[in-house]
């Protein structure tokens, strides 16, 4: 089954600093690969998806790349805000081209951003 | 459509009771899953039902858990002589599959249950 492997938190940075939380995962096939957020206490939202390779999701500044050769998904946000402070969760998924059923999720990443 | 809603929100039990809990998926969805999450951690996989069958059951889900999906719409899942360390956030999440497509899934609110 897939498996996924993210950077540990929890990570502090300053207002307008670059965001890189590192993704990578295992899987048979071709899964789908998603970013997940959760705000304080709300429920997990779909922050972005890539479905092949090479394939970029993007959404609220965030971007992520399908990197099939190094099988990583990884999360990128030029210009952090407060307002982005948050869990992200790295998760492949099932796809037309995997045997995968579920989506798989990592530890997750707490973000902390400081005005 | 309003998402997927859980019922109820909040539970809190006394150990050895019984507890149910109730998911409405998105309606044209045909994949309807549950997962359970502690605090710190993700969500971790339960298990699922394409339409009314129930294909996949983690080895987390011992023999007290039980999940329905009677009609292929709503889904049920009964928890039978709760113990603390039942205390979690359960997630329903339902998603859209068929002819090489595989849509995200969209989670419920959770029902947060507490075992005292």
């Known amino acids: 089954g897939n498996s996924v492997t993210q950077m540990e938190g929890p990570v502090t940075l300053s207002e307008e600093a670059f965001l890189t939380i590192n993704c990578t995962y295992t899987?048979?096939?071709?899964?789908?690969l998603f970013w997940y957020v959760q705000y304080p206490g709300e429920g997990l939202q779909l922050l972005l998806k890539?479905?092949?390779?090479?394939d970029k999701g993007s959404n609220k500044g965030f971007e992520a790349t399908y990197r099939k050769e190094t099988t990583s998904f990884h999360l990128e946000k030029g210009s952090v805000q407060v307002s982005d402070s948050a869990v992200y969760f790295c998760?492949?998924?099932?796809?037309?081209?995997?045997?995968?059923?579920?989506?798989?999720f990592g530890s997750g990443t707490r973000l902390s951003i400081r005005p | 459509d309003t998402g997927v809603s859980q019922d109820p929100r909040h539970k809190i039990t006394k150990r050895g009771q019984n507890v149910t809990f109730r998911c409405d998926p998105i309606?044209?969805?045909?994949?309807l899953y549950w997962y359970r999450q502690t605090l710190g951690q993700g969500p971790e996989f339960l298990t699922y039902?394409?339409?009314?069958?129930?294909?996949?059951k983690s080895r987390l889900l011992s023999d007290r858990f039980s999940a329905e999906r009677p009609k292929g719409s709503f889904s049920t899942l009964e928890i039978q002589r709760t113990e603390q360390g039942d205390s979690a956030m359960y997630l329903c999440?339902?998603?859209?599959?068929?002819?090489?497509?595989?849509?995200?899934?969209?989670f419920g609110q959770g029902t947060r249950l507490t075992v005292v």
């Open positions: 039902f394409q339409n009314e069958a129930q294909l996949e």
């Open positions: 998760a492949p998924g099932p796809s037309g081209y995997s045997s995968a059923s579920k989506i798989i």
């Open positions: 999440a339902s998603s859209r599959t068929g002819d090489n497509m595989n849509t995200e899934a969209f």
């Open positions: 309606s044209e969805h045909n994949r």
């Open positions: 899987a048979t096939g071709y899964p789908s």
């Open positions: 890539a479905t092949k390779a090479d």
